[in-house]
């Protein structure tokens, strides 16, 4: 079993696919082709904004959100302390501060409580200048955008969208990557829409933002690659990743976004019925998700390591999405930015595990997982016991 089966996907995609690889190849345009403009105006249509700018990389979109709001020394970027490492990271690499705040027990996503708790703390504090808060959508769920934003504009804040993970998600009929002043996403293979590489993507409404996304992803240039008017980087998304893109991403709209609900909605059914009372993946009133991840919490009373080594030996692979909190990070020991007040953060921490998700997951794959985690848990307690 893959946890994401992105092989299968593949075999039911191949003859599009291959399709627009070959065109691609035919017309020998590797870089800046067609294909990249169209697929552009395709996610900013789906996505509902006026401008996607595509580029080489979930982070590298991040970063290049932050160049353009001139974010460096002496500014704080709040950032979840449950997440992947790029959401702290790329604000250190500017050379900003990155104060990390806990998140909500059932989400996982950012606590807009924590997050103005942390805000008054930097103020009061009066060493760094609060700047922009970084906002993951994580496992597939939007934030609490409703207060975010209230709180963003009450203390003159920005918002910076990470929606690699709730690409296709939904508050209310709004999708991710539209709540951000900016908004980015990763098309790495396994995030919910992914290409066969890296590849990314940065959304805006802003016109002057948009055009200097577009300038700084190819070397800051002006009218033309020699007229270099900025310090930029170079950015690009592949021709190739653009046109497979292009055809995953009918696909994802057409069924596989439906389908993964559905994978999601048969797990809460099954695992309701076993006997180790494990916490379930929430989805908040009136949002959607895209399911990049199913995330269960274990008992505390569970060795997680012993559950994932019963699933692996019975061919179930299973993930922890996240086993050690940002602040604790090694690369910010000593810094500002290992102080952190994030309780719950340590708490999932130590309880996640993911289960396989995808939109190809059969019902009796989702049966086989769901009775081979009831082994495991069962497996665990009679290795603590012994």
């Known amino acids: 079993m893959q946890f994401r089966d992105l092989q299968k996907q593949y075999q039911i995609l191949k003859p599009e696919v291959d399709r627009a690889i070959q065109q691609v190849l035919n017309a020998g345009n590797f870089i800046s082709g067609q294909q990249v403009i169209e697929l552009e105006e ?50 250190a690499y500017e050379g900003a501060t990155p104060v990390f705040v806990d998140v909500e027990a059932d989400t996982f996503n950012l606590s807009p409580v924590a997050l103005e708790q942390a805000i008054l703390r930097v103020k009061e504090e009066g060493i760094l ?19 975010i934003r209230e709180i963003a504009d009450r203390y003159g804040l920005l918002i910076l969208e990470d929606g690699a993970q709730g690409f296709g998600g939904r508050l209310g009929l709004q999708k991710a990557c539209s709540f951000g002043d900016i908004s980015t996403t990763s098309f790495f293979p396994a995030k919910p829409l992914g290409c066969y590489g890296d590849g ?41 990743q653009a046109a497979i893109l292009k055809v995953k991403l009918k696909a994802f709209r057409k069924y596989e976004l439906i389908d993964v609900n559905k994978v999601a909605a ?35 009373n569970i060795d997680r390591n012993a559950v994932q080594e019963y699933m692996k030996m019975t061919g179930i692979p299973t993930m922890v999405y996240y086993p050690k909190p940002m602040h604790r990070q090694k ?17 999932l921490c130590k309880r996640v595990l993911c289960l396989p998700i995808h939109p190809y997951l059969t019902e009796k794959e989702n049966e086989v997982v769901v009775i081979a985690l009831e082994a495991a848990l069962k497996y665990s307690k009679e290795n603590r016991k012994s």
């Open 42 to 91: 395709q996610l900013a249509e789906y996505v509902g904004v006026k401008h996607c700018i595509t580029c080489a990389n979930g982070t590298d979109a991040l970063t290049l959100a932050l160049m353009v709001w001139n974010i460096g020394v002496g500014d704080a970027v709040f950032v979840p302390d449950f997440t992947f490492f790029a959401s702290g990271e790329t604000p």
């Open 129 to 147: 200048t609060p700047r922009v808060i970084v906002v993951v959508d994580l496992f597939g769920q939007p934030a609490n955008y409703l207060k």
């Open 200 to 240: 990314g993507a940065v959304f805006t409404n802003h016109d002057e933002w948009a055009e200097l996304l577009k300038a700084y992803k190819i070397h800051g240039k002006g009218i033309d690659k020699y007229d270099n008017i900025y310090i930029g980087v170079n950015s690009r998304l592949d021709t190739i």
């Open 266 to 300: 048969r797990y809460a059914q099954l695992l309701c019925n076993i006997e180790a009372k494990i916490e379930l993946p929430q989805i908040a009133e009136n949002y959607y998700s895209s399911w990049a991840q199913y995330t269960i919490q274990l008992p505390e």
């Open 331 to 347: 690369a910010f020991e000593e810094t500002q930015s290992a102080i952190a007040d994030c309780p719950i953060t340590e708490k």
